[in-house]
């Protein structure tokens, strides 16, 4: 899975908990664009904070584009909920993260 593929999962679980903004949407197509991934919704969404400020259903629309033209399941509210916490437990399982700091994420981001 790629730090894309996982970013977007954080982003439709964040959608899930009704915790969006349209700068999160922006900030995940800029950093797809970084890693190389390309797709003209995913140019769109990146440049969609350049004018008057993005509106939150425009952005979760052009998103919802970008995860089809880059070929990423699109995972609805709950369940991108709990692969979001699958995901960051697997990191702490395989050691590539600190468990106390993983478990004060999973807190921040999932519970609070």
């Not at 996982?6 to 995940?28: C, F, H, M, N």
């Not at 991934?37 to 769109?44: I, N, V």
């Not at 970008?66 to 916490?85: C, F, K, M, S």
Request: charged letters at 25%; proline letters at 7%; hydrophobic letters at 45%.
């Amino acid at each position: 899975m790629t730090p894309t593929h996982q970013e977007a999962i954080l982003l439709q679980a964040k959608e899930g908990l009704k915790s969006t903004a349209p700068a999160d949407y922006v900030r995940w197509a800029v950093a797809a664009l970084q890693a190389e991934a390309d797709s003209p919704a995913l140019r769109t969404l990146a440049g969609a904070d350049l004018g008057d400020p993005p509106r939150l259903e425009e952005c979760s629309r052009l998103f919802r584009s970008a995860l089809a033209e880059l070929a990423i399941p699109v995972t609805p509210g709950d369940a991108a909920v709990r692969e979001y916490v699958r995901l960051l437990a697997q990191a702490i399982v395989e050691g590539e993260v600190d468990p106390q700091a993983q478990v004060d994420r999973i807190h921040r981001e999932v519970l609070s």
